[in-house]
């Protein structure tokens, strides 16, 4: 990636959002490039561990396991205990409009990671010592996962602040999906040993993961204090409005929304993969860590990409691809095409999502960062979730055939590229770095 060659101040880049931050928030400097690796470090080790060490993720079979064979609950129950314990992470824009607008002792981002970090650690280390029945388990459950939810919102804050503050935001956004990726490829293996161990050792693990992202904070995170300020609530509620009246946030949401919402096919893939091709539950995982290993290759290239082309070409090619990978997905009918197609969707859908997040990054306004892209990821999620239930409600009820939701998936998607020249220019006109 290209960077400047030594650490002398440069000129601020583009003001890619609405509102300034605060006063007290703003440094005279744009901090050096070494500052710049400390908080690259930190945002990559702190979106890893918030992603691997969650109660859905390396959690997800050693607690399944033990609900169901040690506590002998039904797989209704099983999953009414996985959403209750998981529910907290629905409450990331509570956390962001917090870490944006009341500073913890001083601090809008340091003191907060700390703080989550130490909870979630907490949580898990105490959810492996107490008494295996259903209550003690769960209220520690809940417990870290508030502290997760809240490291993770902080983290995508840092996220935002870095990237606009040194045009970053295309690397930043390639660093975090490339350690989420990590993750989830780790996470997969690990987490099938584990749950063929005592239980504890997946809540020693996964706490002290996130124990360690408090020292790392430390030592790797310095922030201007900021003030506390009188009616910090009421200026929360006054962001939060101003927030839905920013244009450049809107139209990147819409962007966001529309390329996600075509017709979906992730659940109807599970009955294809299983009652058509008769994939086993080992084959279906390595086609995952297919996919996730050919994501960390898009990670890299796109480093590259943002900082050649303007975002504008890179939205207009994001969409092509998400369409195009859609039409591969028809000739899935073997382990060997299965596999290829995995492969080619694992980069494709990555090099199509960068560019969005991208988006993302450069549309939050200053000040509401942590607040903004929690909001931004919120609807990603929402209009996938849309995007899984309208496919599978034409899939089992109307009895589309697979291959005919393709089509569908593929041909709505391109439908997304009429948002693109509504997009403010400042959003989309300028390479990664540019400078104004």
Request: glycine content about 8%; some cysteine.
């Amino acid at each position: 990636m290209c960077t400047a060659d030594n650490d002398s101040a440069k000129p601020p880049i583009l003001d890619y959002g609405q509102a300034p931050p605060a006063p007290d928030l703003i440094l005279d400097k744009v901090p050096p490039k070494r500052e710049l690796r400390n908080t690259m470090t930190l945002i990559g080790w702190g979106m890893f561990v918030t992603t691997f060490a969650q109660t859905l993720v390396i959690g997800k079979l050693p607690l399944q396991i033990l609900l169901k064979d040690r506590l002998l609950l039904g797989a209704e129950s099983i999953a009414l205990f996985m959403n209750v314990a998981v529910f907290a992470w629905n409450l990331k824009p509570v956390a962001g409009l917090l870490s944006d607008s009341v500073p913890l002792f001083g601090s809008r981002r340091r003191n907060y990671l700390v703080l989550s970090s130490l909870l979630a650690g907490g949580g898990w280390l105490l959810m492996g010592v107490v008494p295996r029945t259903y209550w003690p388990l769960l209220l520690f459950g809940v417990i870290l996962n508030i502290g997760a939810m809240a490291a993770s919102t902080v983290t995508g804050g840092l996220l935002v602040d870095a990237g606009q503050r040194y045009g970053a935001t295309g690397r930043l956004s390639s660093w975090r999906m490339a350690a989420m990726n990590i993750a989830s490829l780790a996470a997969g293996p690990l987490g099938g040993v584990l749950a063929s161990m005592a239980f504890g050792w997946t809540a020693l693990i996964s706490g002290v993961l996130f124990l360690s992202l408090a020292p790392i904070t430390m030592m790797l995170l310095s922030e201007p204090r900021a003030n506390q300020t009188q009616g910090a609530l009421r200026a929360a509620g006054r962001q939060l409005v101003g927030l839905f009246r920013s244009p450049t946030l809107l139209a990147a949401a819409a962007m966001l929304f529309f390329v996600q919402l075509a017709p979906g096919f992730t659940t109807p893939l599970l009955f294809w993969r299983e009652d058509k091709l008769h994939f086993s539950t080992a084959f279906m995982g390595t086609l995952d860590m297919v996919n996730y290993g050919f994501g960390l290759l898009a990670s890299i290239i796109y480093v590259v990409a943002c900082r050649r082309m303007t975002l504008k070409p890179l939205l207009f090619w994001a969409v092509i691809l998400w369409a195009v990978t859609s039409f591969l997905y028809l000739g899935y009918y073997s382990h060997k095409s299965a596999m290829a197609i995995e492969a080619a969707a694992g980069l494709t859908f990555a090099l199509a999502q960068l560019p969005l997040f991208d988006l993302a990054a450069r549309a939050t306004p200053k000040g509401s960062e942590a607040l903004a892209y929690s909001l931004m990821m919120a609807v990603w999620n929402i209009s996938q979730s849309i995007s899984d239930v309208v496919g599978s409600w034409l899939f089992a009820r109307c009895h589309i055939p697979f291959m005919h939701l393709i089509w569908i998936n593929g041909a709505t998607t391109l439908l997304a590229v009429i948002v693109i020249p509504f997009l403010p220019q400042r959003l989309v006109s300028q390479r990664e770095g540019d400078r104004t």
